[in-house]
């Protein structure tokens, strides 16, 4: 065997995660939010941390930040943890606040890819910061995570560095970039950091933690579940020559290879995400160079107890007390619970299978009954629910029922195409969890605003008389996406039938509680897979259901996801079948035109995709037009408007830009004497 190089504990006998925290211990937990400052640490009586945690977001003490449930679970299992909160990247001193770190600096870049956070579908940056105070852009740096671990490793040389979260679990292999518009190797070699801890890492972070603090090296970690490292120029041609015949390693196509070949980029993401069920995954390696970067199976999935630790820690449910601006993100989830996190759907866009696995992990409803009491004491409370979800809103406890068929299950989707006869679908348990957090006193309303799984809510009648009759509050957000079959096959997700049925059936169980109430359904626009022709057919498809978008998602290729491999190869990765992709900028706007195309800014964008695409019989007066044949005064009033515009920001005079430095300079000594020689006063 390679040098430093160890087998990760395979799952029969693997090292469980609540072997790291347990119930019925104390929790070593202050009421106060962890520490962002030295002063704040010394009034805990702490004069050194063992742990600083970085992050891009503002530090909120709700388990829904990945800041305050890592750091709490930490704290808990005594450690001494700091929070450094969207510091100045531009220099290492805020790095220095805390002084050095006993064990390790954890890196993150925050609850969302950084390049997410900061731009659009269409490459400008947005507007705001959901994660920032007062929603301010610019309080961190693109691909925060690199930045990060680059100013750590300046700040104290020596001190571990070790990185996590949705950044650096997407982007811990070759990955496609959208923003760069190229294949980008793993951000371990980039960012300089010792380990990437990818997946949810409550469990990994104690790990780290309690395996450091014994005295162990990085390189005794590589036994981990979860983690991903890279390995120097000599142990990686020991392993290419040494390692794998037994099976143990899956070699991916090179980063070389996968940035000039994109069928290699096909075929390495199909077996990348043929390894993700953590029961029989095995290692996978893949070179960059000479260097080999190793990413061991994911880790195991957290048991309830463990679970119900994590959420009953004594959150404040605050914003740190530094801050004196709301922040939007908090604003719309601090009055939610978390019931349970993974999802089973594999839908090829999203990214909560590949971060949060596809196991289905859940908390009692004991735990669950008691973060509500606590909502429901607070003074400010307003005895509202906000949310009673997760990453669905009704995959609550569901799980394979054979397991030793889920123990060798390579499916990516246990829904698609069709729900898998093996899959529990029982909503029994979750019927219990609402039922009784909506009679605890200070409770009014317990709404869900999870994204409904359909496909799994229409087998349930019991389940659709609840959710219609106790909580809805008028609307019911649901992810249809689509209503072209072929892409929604591509998405991983239910026909259009299967919409409609659950459509029916949420109507006649309101009329039945006597409620009005809607659906909004979400749609997706340019997704691969949907062409012109599609998305005319999806516009039709809400002509005639009478739906009228207000927001429209607009694809955005994630790292690591199938579509994204989609976006960039033109290729099915599980088929390697081609794919239509809408890539250009105008074809992208088109679609997202069609989708709203009964507002007048949108008229002349779906005139021309309607012609262009022979589709004239939609534009008139028939039930099933898109458009009238005229255009509204509104829409020619817009597009005059633009245009004055435009030719207000052209220059037409002094279009040349000069260089700093250079030409002419008005108040420089020898400007006057340069103008009088001209004829000038």
Known sequence: MVAHLAVPRPFPGASSPTQFVRLGVPPRVSADPLPMSMDEARRRGWDELDIVFVTGDAYVDHPSFAMAILGRVLEANGFRVGILSQPDWKTC????????????????????????????????????????????????????????????????????????????????????????????????????????????????????????????????????????????????????????????????????????????????????????????????????????????????????????????????REAHPVYKEPIPAFQVIKDSVVIMRGCFGGCTYCSITTHQGRIIQSRSRQSIVREVQQIGARAESKGIVSDLGGPTANMYAMRCQRPEIEAICRRLSCVHPVVCPLLGTDHGPLLEVMRETRKQEGIRKVFVASGVRMDLARLSPEYMRELTAHHVGGHLKVAQEHSDPATLSIMKRPASETFRDFDRQFRDQSQKAGKEQYLIPYFISAHPGSDMKAMIDLAVFLKRNGYKPEQVQDFIPAPFDIAACMYHTGLDPMTLKPVYVATGLRDRKAQRALMQFFKPDNYFAVRRALVEAGRADLIGEGCDCLISATPPAAAIDNRRRRAAQEARSADHVHSRQRTPGRGYRPNRPTSGRRFRMRGGG
């Open 93 to 316: 001193e805020p790095w220095r606040m805390f002084g050095r770190p006993r064990l390790f600096f954890a890196i993150s870049a925050g609850n969302m890819d950084s390049m997410i956070n900061h731009y659009t579908a269409n490459r400008k940056v947005r507007n705001d910061d959901a994660y920032s105070p007062g929603g301010r852009i610019g309080l961190r740096p693109d691909r925060a995570t690199l930045a990060y671990c680059q100013r750590a490793r300046e700040a104290y040389k020596g001190v571990p560095v070790i990185a996590g979260g949705v950044e650096a679990s997407l982007r811990r292999l070759a990955h496609y970039d959208y923003w760069s518009d190229t294949v980008r190797r793993s951000i371990l070699l980039d960012s300089k950091a010792d380990l990437v801890a990818y997946g949810m890492g409550e469990s990994a972070i104690v790990e780290i933690a309690r395996r450091l603090q014994s005295g162990q090296t990085l390189a005794d970690l590589r036994d981990m579940r979860g983690i991903a490292y890279a390995l120097g120029a000599a142990e990686s041609d020991n392993l290419r020559t040494q390692c794998g015949s037994d099976g143990t390693f899956v070699f991916l196509p090179s980063c070389e290879e996968v940035k000039s070949d994109k069928l290699k980029f096909a075929q390495a993401t199909r077996r990348i995400h043929l390894e993700t069920n953590p029961y029989n995954a095995k290692t996978l390696v893949q070179f960059h160079d000479r260097q080999a970067v190793v990413c061991t199976p994911p880790p195991l999935p957290e048991s309830q107890s463990s679970m119900d630790f994590f959420y009953d820690l004594p959150y404040t």
